[in-house]
């Protein structure tokens, strides 16, 4: 019987060896083949973004990933029931995570990596690890004093940081927490920036690497780095500018734009109220973004660039055509009249631009054709050419086309508004190109922010170069440069307050109704101020507009003529651009009845 009973246990044994070793093997290698060995992630380290002399305006920093094997944190593995909820007390105040979270997950089960935090400083990490040594020395003291913070581990990363806190934010954009980019270049050029992550498999015991066991690693491939046309201090002078103006004036907000009026780079773009991508928590919602490129809004006068090119153009008047201004002029089913009450204006086509007439505007576009609908479809084409309702070129993410409607949809009013400004949409950098094209002799370059990339080999690759569409005839350009100088330099002009001394400059002033995005309704005005300087050498252009001022004035002339002079004067001297040479050409403003 003891022999017979004998005999049943080792065939017990032997049959269960079998399906162990023969049946079940792979089953059984492949459980031990997971819980021995882990696969990381290796993340890639992100690209830096510059400006265009090689300064840091986003970089990326050592970081860790704080994680847990939840295995080790059992009352088996630790001896107590509540190792979870030590652990995630000591660990809570550190990660500035909530407690209960950080349990959940530390009690998660089938799983051997959970994360607790992303993207820590090393300053964090250290912290954790003193504490995890200080708890192994107690433990080795006191055995009953379980180590349970011996489960928390750290894999490295890296942290997106940006030195210059909120200036070129609304360019520059952020990362979200899943290291991917949220908003603006760093949305645009994700793909570019990321690089590739790589992987990393090893033999772990007790959530250690088990150095003799070897492992297989694939490197991670770090991003390209990014050179944008911005220049830092010409974008600091921007961004201070308008920043002090916007509070100065109580208004919604405003932004300044400065372009290389010849290559139509993008020198500085600035948004006020800002942002700090450091921390989003603390930022204003309405804030984020590129206001610049995102805002469509109506722009009033400086758009009568666009009208007199046409007007040149098409050779039906030139800047010494007489044009009488009415105090008043009916058309269509309104009454139409300029900013201020006045008697009868005796002035040239020149005249018109420099006063800022509406009615004048009205009555020279109005030879566009030889009935209105003609003259619509004549301004429209010129204005389509000048960039207006379509995007800019820089692909920016959220940016706005505006809004011009195809000249046969145009209202009874919009077809004797639009010649002004208004009843048409743009933004910021639309505006912008449209001088730029003027003081590039009539071709309108594509506006850029990139200038190239340089990849993990070192090798830069220049953007692609923008391009050109020629929108009027040099000679055209030149003239209504002229009489751009006429808005500045005369003192008849709007523009006074742009004036730089020993510079000649070019420039137009708008105070448009401006449309609440709220309610939908005209509420307050867009005060804006755009031109290039030197008039008769072009170099750099300016944009400045500010949205719904509530304090002051809010004339276009008065609030970012200022701002325009101060930035200009600035960019001038940063690029060493000479003093003009020649005075300006002094066209006539009036005539004699």
């Known amino acids: 019987m003891v022999s017979l009973g004998l005999t049943l246990?080792?065939?017990?044994?032997?049959?269960?060896?079998?399906?162990?070793?023969?049946?079940?093997?792979?089953?059984?290698?492949?459980?031990?083949?997971?819980?021995?060995?882990?696969?990381?992630?290796?993340?890639?380290?992100?690209?830096?973004?510059?400006?265009?002399?090689?300064?840091?305006?986003?970089?990326?920093?050592?970081?860790?990933?704080?994680?847990?094997?939840?295995?080790?944190?059992?009352?088996?593995?630790?001896?107590?029931?509540?190792?979870?909820?030590?652990?995630?007390?000591?660990?809570?105040?550190?990660?500035?995570?909530?407690?209960?979270?950080?349990?959940?997950?530390?009690?998660?089960?089938?799983?051997?990596?959970?994360?607790l935090a992303r993207r820590q400083t090393p300053q964090v990490w250290k912290q954790i690890k003193?504490?995890?040594?200080?708890?192994?020395?107690?433990?080795?003291?006191?055995?009953?004093?379980?180590?349970?913070?011996?489960?928390?581990?750290?894999?490295?990363?890296?942290?997106?940081?940006?030195?210059?806190?909120?200036?070129?934010?609304?360019?520059?954009?952020?990362?979200?927490?899943?290291?991917?980019?949220?908003?603006?270049?760093?949305?645009?050029?994700?793909?570019?920036?990321?690089?590739?992550?790589?992987?990393?498999?090893?033999?772990?015991?007790?959530?250690?690497?088990?150095?003799?066991?070897?492992?297989?690693?694939?490197?991670?491939?770090?991003?390209?780095?990014?050179?944008?046309?911005?220049?830092?201090?010409?974008?600091?002078?921007?961004?201070?500018?308008?920043?002090?103006?916007?509070?100065?004036?109580?208004?919604?907000?405003?932004?300044?734009?400065?372009?290389?009026?010849?290559?139509?780079?993008?020198?500085?773009?600035?948004?006020?109220?800002?942002?700090?991508?450091?921390?989003?928590?603390?930022?204003?919602?309405?804030?984020?973004?590129?206001?610049?490129?995102?805002?469509?809004?109506?722009?009033?006068?400086?758009?009568?660039?666009?009208?007199?090119?046409?007007?040149?153009?098409?050779?039906?008047?030139?800047?010494?055509?007489?044009?009488?201004?009415?105090?008043?002029?009916?058309?269509?089913?309104?009454?139409?009249?300029?900013?201020?009450?006045?008697?009868?204006?005796?002035?040239?086509?020149?005249?018109v631009l420099a006063k800022s007439s509406n009615i004048g505007t009205i009555l020279a576009t109005g030879q566009l054709g030889k009935t209105q609908q003609e003259a619509n479809k004549v301004l429209y084409s010129y204005l389509r050419k000048f960039g207006l309702g379509k995007e800019t070129g820089l692909g920016f993410p959220g940016e706005t086309s505006g809004i011009l409607a195809p000249a046969a949809k145009w209202s009874t009013s919009q077809q004797f508004t639009i010649p002004f400004g208004q009843g048409v949409s743009i933004n910021a950098m639309q505006a912008t190109s449209v001088y730029s094209t003027i003081a590039n002799g009539g071709v309108r370059v594509e506006p850029t922010l990139v200038r190239g990339t340089k990849g993990p080999d070192g090798r830069f690759t220049p953007a692609p170069k923008p391009k050109k569409t020629r929108v009027v005839s040099e000679k055209t350009a030149k003239t209504v440069s002229q009489m751009l100088e006429s808005v500045v330099d005369d003192e008849e002009g709007t523009g006074t307050k742009a004036r730089i001394p020993g510079y000649r400059v070019a420039g137009k002033t708008g105070t448009a109704n401006r449309v609440d995005p709220a309610t939908g309704r005209y509420k307050g005005y867009t005060s804006s101020f755009a031109g290039f300087a030197p008039a008769d050498k072009p170099r750099v252009t300016v944009y400045c507009a500010i949205q719904n001022a509530t304090k002051g004035s809010y004339f276009g002339g008065q609030i970012c003529g200022p701002i325009y002079k101060e930035v200009m004067e600035f960019a001038l001297k940063t690029l060493q651009v000479p003093p003009t040479g020649s005075g300006p050409a002094r066209l006539p403003v009036t005539f004699e009845p």
């Open 130 to 351: 003193d504490l995890r040594g200080a708890l192994a020395e107690k433990a080795g003291i006191d055995p009953g004093s379980p180590n349970v913070l011996a489960g928390v581990l750290a894999d490295p990363s890296s942290k997106r940081v940006y030195p210059n806190h909120d200036l070129a934010a609304g360019i520059l954009g952020w990362v979200n927490a899943d290291g991917e980019g949220g908003g603006g270049l760093e949305r645009q050029l994700d793909k570019q920036l990321a690089g590739e992550d790589g992987k990393i498999r090893y033999a772990q015991s007790g959530g250690r690497q088990v150095p003799t066991a070897g492992s297989t690693e694939t490197p991670a491939v770090p991003g390209s780095d990014v050179e944008l046309t911005i220049d830092r201090d010409i974008q600091w002078a921007a961004q201070n500018a308008i920043t002090e103006q916007v509070e100065k004036s109580k208004a919604d907000r405003g932004y300044v734009i400065v372009q290389d009026s010849r290559t139509g780079e993008v020198l500085a773009m600035a948004n006020a109220p800002g942002f700090d991508p450091n921390d989003l928590s603390k930022a204003n919602g309405a804030a984020l973004g590129n206001a610049a490129l995102q805002d469509a809004f109506e722009p009033g006068s400086t758009a009568k660039v666009m009208s007199m090119a046409a007007v040149l153009e098409e050779n039906v008047a030139t800047p010494g055509t007489h044009v009488t201004v009415p105090n008043r002029l009916h058309r269509g089913d309104r009454l139409f009249q300029d900013d201020i009450d006045h008697p009868t204006w005796h002035l040239t086509l020149n005249g």
């Open 9 to 115: 246990v080792m065939l017990a044994f032997v049959v269960r060896l079998l399906q162990v070793q023969a049946v079940d093997a792979d089953v059984y290698a492949a459980k031990a083949e997971k819980n021995r060995y882990f696969t990381h992630t290796l993340a890639a380290e992100r690209g830096r973004i510059t400006d265009r002399g090689g300064v840091e305006l986003a970089a990326s920093v050592d970081a860790y990933d704080i994680t847990a094997d939840p295995t080790l944190f059992t009352p088996k593995e630790m001896k107590t029931k509540d190792a979870p909820e030590q652990a995630a007390a000591l660990l809570a105040p550190i990660l500035d995570k909530d407690v209960s979270e950080l349990t959940r997950k530390l009690k998660k089960s089938n799983t051997r990596y959970v994360l």
